[in-house]
């Protein structure tokens, strides 16, 4: 199969599978496409939202939908790594044997991420970055596609651990969930009030997802898209020549290569998913709220002029 059918084969699965996925999710249209293509850029993806919101509900139809094996792991301050990776015991036979962890999975709902410290956050760097653990010296690989998906609360911080900005950095998408608006509330009461019970049906299998993973990194890229992601990533650094007044002003860190990669990445996703051979450079800027979100720390100045990471975003375009 020549890669342009295969564009025009996932383009429609694409179509089925947000179908499906609507059979459950109501509204959340933008966050439903953000954790797509993360998924198929073979990225992970933070979700950011106060409860309620349906983020854990999303990830299970998400898992569902694509025919993947779930996880969920409910992170609390008394989490230990051993509880995420998993543990060697001494069998029957007093010889050790390894007990897999929940992290052994194609999916992983890591919910409320920052309620644990930071030993037990750092215990998925290496399988995010590597779809590897290891564990008393023995290297055990996951099985493939593997997506962190992870969920925090923005409001209540009191007894939260902050994820590090090198972990931040591990994930391609933070995705904003707002408030439904009053007809999708409504639509969700009326459906989550019932006894009727919805069967979503999967579409895809794990080898399917990870030929199309293939087939995004293997979409062509023009020159001078490459060369606006990387100009907008460099203009998000404050004190560089490629700075902007604003950016000088109201930021302290600005974002690293990953971004670049990520924005290319998510762009060709993005391309791909509505029937494109090629993006260009409004791919990107579709995609850029989502990857450089998380990417850019804001100073104590634009915290107290109450101006939004996503202003500052939107002037690099």
């Known amino acids: 199969m020549s ?7 996932l383009v429609s699965k694409y179509n089925a599978l947000t179908q499906e ?11 439903v496409e953000q954790v797509l293509l993360s998924i198929f850029s073979g990225g992970h993806a933070l979700l950011i939202g106060v409860p309620g919101l349906a983020k854990t509900l999303l990830v299970n139809t998400v898992a569902q939908a694509l025919g993947l094996q779930f996880k969920r ?22 010889e050790f044997k390894f007990i897999k962890g929940p992290i052994f999975a194609n ?27 290891t564990v008393a010296g023995h290297h055990y690989k996951l099985d493939l596609p593997y997506f962190v998906l992870a969920t925090q609360n923005p409001i209540e911080q009191e007894g939260t651990y902050p994820l590090p900005e090198a972990q931040l950095d591990r994930f391609m998408f933070a995705i904003n969930l707002e ?25 895809f299998s794990a080898q399917e997802i990870i030929d199309y993973q293939h087939l995004i990194r293997r979409v062509p890229v023009a020159d001078n898209v490459v060369e606006y992601a990387v100009t907008m990533v460099g203009k998000s650094r404050p004190n560089t020549q490629a700075a902007n007044e604003t950016v000088n002003n109201y930021v302290d860190w600005g974002a690293g290569p990953r971004a670049s990669q990520n924005l290319i990445l998510a762009a060709k996703a993005h391309a791909a998913l509505h ?16 990857v450089l979100r998380h990417r850019l720390i804001k100073n104590y ?3 107290a002029e109450g101006l939004s990471i996503e202003t500052i975003i939107k002037g690099l375009f």
């Open 179 to 203: 408030y439904p608006s009053f007809a999708e509330e409504v639509e969700v009461v009326k459906t989550t009030t019932t006894d009727n019970f919805v069967t979503v049906n999967p579409l």
């Open 275 to 290: 029937g494109k051979f090629s993006p260009d450079i409004e791919d990107v800027q579709k995609v850029a709220l989502g």
């Open 301 to 303: 100045k634009a915290e």
């Open 21 to 31: 996925i609507k059979k459950v999710i109501v509204g959340q249209d933008d966050v």
């Open 3 to 9: 890669d342009v059918t295969a564009v025009k084969q």
């Open 73 to 94: 792991i409910q992170f609390t301050p008394d989490l230990m790594p051993s509880d995420i990776l998993g543990s060697e015991i001494l069998d029957n036979n007093r």
């Open 107 to 133: 999916i992983i709902l890591a919910d409320e991420i920052n309620r644990t410290p930071p030993k037990t956050q750092a215990a998925l760097l290496e399988a995010m970055q590597e779809r590897a653990v």
